[in-house]
C-alpha cells in the first residue's frame, strides 16, 4: 500500500477540502432542506445526527473510499476473527468476545475462546449475587457493604465510569469506591469512614505487577490486617481480577478468589470481563449481561453495516476529516447527563493510549496527524467554562453532544431545561450569529465584533432515550470501534501502549535515589538531580 498520504483517495479528500473549508454550515443546510434525513443514522438504541459537520452530500463517500483503499472492511473481519491483530505483543483483540451474546465459537490459536469467557461471567455472577444476598460474609461474619476497586488505567476508568453511568441500576446498600492513584491520600480517604469487617477489596489489574495497584493493594491488606490480626482475614476480604495467577498467588490471594482474563483483552478495552466485577457487584449481573447485550448489538451493526451507514465508520472517518484536512488538534466530549461525569476520563484513555501513537504497524514513521486529545465534561458546566473557546476562540474544536430524552430523576423543568441547553449549543456552535444579526440587537461600534459569533463548529449529536445498561453498552462500543476505525487509516497498532513503559522504568530508578539519599550516585541531568534532591530534603 502506498503511503496515506500519497493515496488517491486521500489527494481527493485534500481537494475536497480546499473546495468545502470556506463553505459554511448556514449554506449548506440552507440549499439542502433533507440534509438531516441524509446524515442521521439509527442503531442499538442511540441516533447519531452528523448533519452539523462541515461536509457535503459526497463527503462521506469520499472518506469511505478512503476507508476501502486501506483496508475496513478486512481489518473488521481481521478483528472479529480472532487474527492476531495487535502485531508488536503477538495478541488478537477480542473485548468483541467478551459480549458475544450469540456465542459463536471465536477461536485464538485453534481454541474457542467463549466456554472460557461464559464460565468466568458465570462464575463472577455467582460470587456478586451472594455477596449483594449477603451470604459472602465478612471474616467476622458481618455482611459486605463496600466494595473497594483497587487498580489503574483501564482497570479502574472503565468499570469507574460505568458504575456512576449506571448508579440509578445499583444496589444502593452496597458503597462502591475506586482507589487507583499511588498517592495514599487516595487510599486514606476512600476508606476512611468504612470498617474493614465489612469491605471487600478487589484488586484489579491484568499484569498484576503495576506499581500503583500493588502498592494500594499492599496497604490495603495492612488495613485489614490491622483491625481483624489474622491472615485468614484475607481470603474473605480480598478477591483478584488478573490474567497472572502466579503473581496473585505470591500476593496471598487464593487463586480461586481470582477471576481471570486474558492477554487478547486490552486494558482500556476490558471492562466487559471480569474487571467489571465491581460494576456487577454494584448493578447485579442481570444489568451487566444487559450493558453486554448492547455492546454485542453496537459489534453486530460495527461488523454488518455498510461503511457509509455504519455509526462507529462514519464517526471515525469524520474525526480523521478534522484531524487531518482542517488541522483539529482535540476532540471535545460533551455528555448532557450527570451520571456521565467520568465518561471523557474513559475515552481519553481509551482513544490516546491506542492512536497516541506516531509510528505505524510497519515500524516506519506516520506521515500525518494521529489521535487527537479527547477531553470534556458533562454539560452545562462546560458552558459556563470552556464554550466561549469553543464558539469564539481562534481553534476548532469539533465535539460530540451525548443526551437522553428521559431523566432518572424527574425533578421539576431540570430536564427540559438540560435538553434545551443540549440542542441550543450545536445550533449555536453551527450557525452563529453574523454581525448583521448583532446590530439587528442594536449593538454598535466594536462591540458588533466581539458579539459576533462565526458559526461553523462541527458536531455530532448522539441521542438516546434513556441512560440504561443497554445504551451504556453500545455507546461505550461505539467509542471502541471509532477508535479502531481511526487506527485503520493511520496504519498504526490501537492496542499496545509502548509509550507508557519509559516513564515507568525512570520512576523505579527515582524511588531508589528518593529512598537511598546517596547524593553521589545521582547520575542524571542537573534538573532530575537538583529536583530529586528537593525532595529527599523536603519530605
Ligand atoms: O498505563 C499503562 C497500562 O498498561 C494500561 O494500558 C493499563 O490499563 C494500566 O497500565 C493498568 O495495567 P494493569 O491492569 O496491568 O495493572
Known amino acids: ?17 480546499n473546495d468545502l473549508k470556506d463553505v459554511h454550515l448556514r449554506e449548506l443546510f440552507g440549499k439542502d432542506l433533507e440534509r438531516t434525513n441524509n446524515m442521521s443514522i439509527e442503531a442499538c438504541g442511540l441516533f447519531l445526527d452528523y448533519s452539523k459537520n462541515r461536509i457535503q452530500d459526497d463527503t462521506v463517500g469520499k472518506l469511505v473510499a478512503l476507508a476501502e483503499a486501506c483496508g475496513m472492511k478486512d481489518a473488521v473481519k481481521a478483528m472479529f476473527s480472532g487474527r492476531k491483530i495487535n502485531e508488536s505483543e503477538d495478541r488478537a483483540v477480542l473485548h468483541i468476545a467478551l459480549r458475544n451474546r450469540r456465542n459463536n465459537a471465536i477461536e485464538v490459536d485453534g481454541e474457542n475462546v467463549m466456554p472460557g469467557v461464559n464460565s468466568v461471567l458465570e462464575r463472577m455472577a455467582n460470587f456478586a449475587n451472594e455477596v449483594r444476598a449477603g451470604t459472602w460474609k465478612g471474616y467476622t461474619g458481618r455482611q ?34 475506586f482507589v487507583s492513584n499511588v498517592d495514599s491520600t487516595h487510599f486514606a480517604e476512600a476508606t476512611r469512614d468504612l470498617n474493614p469487617e465489612e469491605t471487600l477489596f478487589v484488586v484489579a489489574s491484568k499484569t498484576f505487577t503495576t506499581q500503583e495497584t500493588m502498592t494500594n493493594a499492599q496497604t490495603a491488606r495492612q488495613w485489614v490486617l490491622d483491625s481483624m490480626k489474622d491472615e485468614e482475614a484475607v481470603a474473605r476480604h480480598f478477591v483478584a481480577v488478573s490474567t497472572n495467577a502466579d503473581e496473585v498467588a505470591k500476593f496471598g490471594i487464593n487463586t480461586e478468589l481470582m477471576f481471570e482474563f486474558w492477554d487478547w483483552v486490552g486494558g482500556r478495552y476490558s471492562v466487559w470481563s471480569a474487571i467489571g466485577l465491581p460494576l456487577m457487584l454494584s448493578i447485579g449481573p442481570l444489568n451487566f449481561m444487559t450493558l453486554l447485550e448492547g455492546a454485542h448489538a453496537m459489534d453486530c451493526h460495527f461488523e454488518e453495516a455498510p461503511l457509509w451507514e455504519n455509526m462507529p465508520v462514519v464517526m471515525g472517518l469524520l474525526s480523521v476529516w478534522y484531524n487531518n ?13 450527570q451520571y456521565l461525569h467520568r465518561f471523557a476520563a474513559h475515552l481519553q484513555q481509551l482513544d490516546m493510549e491506542s492512536n497516541g501513537k506516531s509510528v505505524g504497524k510497519d515500524g516506519e514513521p506516520v506521515d500525518c496527524e494521529t489521535g487527537p486529545v479527547i477531553w470534556g465534561e458533562p454539560g452545562t458546566n462546560g458552558q459556563h467554562a470552556f464554550y466561549q473557546l469553543m464558539h469564539q476562540g481562534t481553534r476548532l474544536i469539533p465535539a460530540d453532544f451525548i443526551g437522553f430524552c428521559k431523566t432518572h430523576n424527574n425533578l421539576s423543568d431540570h430536564h427540559d431545561k438540560l435538553m434545551a441547553n443540549f440542542i441550543a449549543q450545536t445550533e449555536a456552535l453551527a450557525f452563529g450569529k453574523t454581525a448583521d444579526e448583532v ?35 453500545a455507546l ?49 541531568d542537573s534538573s532530575t538531580n537538583g529536583l530529586i534532591r528537593r525532595v529527599r530534603e523536603g519530605k
Open 325 to 337: 484536512f482542517f488541522g483539529a488538534h482535540t476532540h471535545a466530549v460533551l455528555p448532557y447527563d
Open 1 to 17: 500500500m502506498s503511503k496515506l498520504t500519497e493515496m488517491m483517495e486521500w489527494l481527493d479528500l485534500g481537494a475536497h477540502y
Open 476 to 524: 461505550v462500543a461505539l467509542y471502541e470501534h471509532r477508535v479502531y476505525v481511526q487506527g485503520v487509516i493511520w496504519g498504526v497498532n490501537s492496542f499496545d501502549q509502548w509509550g507508557v513503559q519509559l516513564g515507568k522504568v525512570l520512576a523505579s530508578k527515582v524511588l531508589d535515589e528518593i529512598q537511598a539519599g546517596d547524593d553521589a550516585k545521582l547520575d542524571h
Open 439 to 473: 446590530k439587528a440587537d442594536g449593538t454598535e461600534g466594536t462591540l458588533v465584533a466581539q458579539k459576533t459569533f462565526e458559526g461553523n463548529r462541527p458536531t455530532n449529536t448522539i441521542l438516546a432515550e434513556e441512560l440504561n445498561p443497554f445504551t451504556l453498552g
Open 144 to 177: 459486605i457493604l463496600n466494595v473497594v476497586n483497587i487498580g489503574i488505567g483501564g482497570s479502574d476508568l472503565g468499570p469507574a465510569m460505568a458504575c456512576e453511568a449506571l448508579k440509578p441500576f445499583s444496589k444502593r446498600e452496597i458503597t462502591v469506591r
